[in-house]
């Protein structure tokens, strides 16, 4: 497969685009791989990618059920950022971001990355305290930073009302190395380098079994027919609890809904992503001039990917709470994805108590930003058998040794939020 390039463009465009071919191959599978992925997502599409062009692991299968790019890879609201309060959890957002960074160069693929910056509001001296601290811990992790007070604010997003009666804008945590990719052009990506490298990518195959022997994975069974695995990742998001119990596994994890719309394209009104700190409710605007909206969880457990209008409600209240000039806004389309929720709201790269076993899960409503360091923690899990230190603390038994990562900060009692 050519590079893709400048020059290529033009040369494609001066001999009528004859010249392109599919960004992956569509391989039928083998027999057996070394490493077999389940769930074509970013996360398992990038798990293949590092493998192959970090370890040199290239005998590799990822098999998704329907099209690569489909579950939540492709119906999230693209949001990138590191601005997260414990170690734990910043370090690794930081990796992610860092490899966001380079990633058309390393997958030779335009994702779109749009570094236009992520601004948290604040409402009342607490939330303000609490954005301080955030702020102060990811600056002390060298990690960018800024708080913006009300006038910054204004001057950021003049359509915000920061005179609300009800919720005065005080001001923001602001992330200048934060911003938006394209969500589906990172799947494509991940899986255009991965088949470069010798990766099978392998679309409408559902994996239907895990085969066990001797405590040890040793395969699966999948619609296209059993193949046999030295090692199996899971990456498969809302679907983790249902494929870990094909290996006996229960998991801690559940499955809710998120909701987003998009409205009719406007001409540009915000530049980069703002979310409102009094409600649920964030908003950037896409290239095409879309406004990308969405709120919180539907707060139900559900496989549907369609969502609840008590949720829409709340959204657009909070938004036209945020932003008054959206009461005239016309949404044009909403969806919904199903997302891994932990207790503790961060999430799993690890072993499993089965050999050769490895799963990246517990992604909850943010693990986009995560794509690269998911896959690339992923894959240094699987090669080495090992967590890296990045992933050390992303373990599937921190909740029975009272080791939850208390992003949120609900103290003792996280299960509980
Ligand atoms: C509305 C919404 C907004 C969001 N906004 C953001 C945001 O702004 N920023 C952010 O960081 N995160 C966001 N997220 C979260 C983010 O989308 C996810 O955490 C991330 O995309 C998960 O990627 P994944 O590769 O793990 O999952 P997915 O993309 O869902 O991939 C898993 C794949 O596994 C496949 N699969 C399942 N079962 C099987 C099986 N048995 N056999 C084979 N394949 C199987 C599925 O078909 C699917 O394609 C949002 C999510 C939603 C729904």
New binding site residues.
């Given amino acids: 497969m050519a590079r893709y390039s400048a020059f290529r463009i033009v040369m494609e465009g001066l001999s009528g685009n004859r010249g392109w071919q599919p960004a992956w191959r569509k391989p039928t599978p083998k027999t057996s791989y070394d490493v077999v992925v389940?769930?074509?997502?970013?996360?398992?599409l990038a798990t293949a990618h590092y493998l192959a062009s970090v370890h040199g692991i290239s005998n590799v299968a990822v098999?998704?059920?329907?099209l690569i790019?489909?579950?939540?890879?492709g119906?999230?609201?693209?949001?990138?950022r590191s601005n997260y309060l414990f170690p734990e959890n910043h370090h690794f957002y930081e990796h992610s971001l860092k490899l966001w960074e380079g990633l058309e160069q390393d997958l030779n693929y335009n994702v779109m990355m749009s570094q236009r910056g992520v601004l948290n509001l604040f409402h009342t001296d607490a939330q303000k305290h609490a954005a301080t601290r955030r702020g102060n811990a990811m600056q002390l992790s060298g990690i960018d930073a800024e708080l913006f007070d009300r006038d910054a604010v204004r001057a950021y997003c003049p359509l915000i009302d920061t005179n609300n009666g009800r919720f005065p804008v005080l001001g923001g945590l602001f992330q200048r190395r934060g911003g938006t990719a394209r969500h589906d052009a990172v799947a494509w990506g991940f899986a255009h380098a991965a088949s470069e490298r010798g990766v099978d990518v392998i679309e409408h195959?559902?994996?239907t079994g895990i085969d066990v022997e001797g405590g040890r994975a040793v395969g699966v069974r999948t619609s296209k027919g059993p193949i046999r695995a030295g090692k199996v990742g899971i990456?498969?998001?809302?679907?983790t609890s249902q494929?870990a119990a094909m290996a006996g596994l229960t998991i801690a994890v559940e499955s809710h809904l998120?909701?987003?719309w998009v409205s009719e394209g406007l001409k540009p009104m915000i530049d980069g992503v703002v979310t409102f700190g009094a409600g649920h409710f964030y908003i950037s605007q896409s290239d095409k001039g879309s406004l990308v909206f969405?709120g919180g969880l539907d707060g139900y457990n559900s496989f549907a990917q369609r969502g609840t209008l008590p949720e829409g409600e709340h959204v657009f209240q909070a938004g036209v709470a945020m932003i008054p000039a959206l009461s005239r806004v016309r949404a044009l389309r909403q969806w919904?994805?199903v997302?891994d929720m932990t207790p503790d709201a961060s999430p799993f790269i690890c072993k499993t108590p089965i050999q050769n076993l490895y799963m990246t899960g517990g992604?909850c409503?943010?693990?986009?930003?995560?794509?690269p360091a998911s896959g690339w923690c992923h894959a240094w899990t699987i090669a080495r058998d090992a967590p890296h230190p990045l992933n050390a603390a992303y373990t599937l038994d921190r909740f029975a040794k009272g080791k939850g990562i208390d992003e949120k900060g609900a103290g003792p009692f996280f299960w509980a939020q």
């Fill in positions: 389940i769930g074509g997502g970013g996360h398992g098999l998704e059920r329907g790019g489909q579950g939540n890879t119906r999230n609201t693209t949001i990138v195959c559902e994996v990456a498969v998001a809302g679907h494929v998120l909701q987003a969405g919904a994805g997302m992604w409503y943010g693990g986009f930003k995560a794509t």
